[in-house]
């Protein structure tokens, strides 16, 4: 709905549904929709508290054991396969502190790189 945000690409564990809807044809009705943007905000707060829980929990692990939780919860059949930019970002780390680690854990037998 922000035409200043960048777009992302999300990746999905379990199966689910997707609505989309034209942006251009129904943004200016849903940004008047009172009730929609409720629901928004209830969601976006949620997501937020949800994800400052889970920061404040993973502060007290190193970021190689949550990165190879990370990598558990991501990987498809066996195959872990994400873009490093977004793990660095999402584990709040930097790019080469996060391939300092897969390399530790590609020395030490945990990765198989393919």
Known sequence: MDAQSEPFSVQVIDE???LALPVPKYQTELLAD????RNVCIYLSHKN???IKTASRNQG???SQQLAA???LTAHNGYYNEKHTQVAEYLGVSYRHLLY???????????QKD
Do not use: W
């Open 70 to 72: 990370f990598i558990l």
């Open 34 to 37: 009172p009730t929609f943007l």
């Open 61 to 63: 692990f190193t970021l």
């Open 16 to 18: 689910c549904y997707c």
């Open 101 to 111: 680690v897969i390399a530790e854990f590609v020395k030490v037998g945990y990765l």
């Open 49 to 51: 508290a949800r994800n």
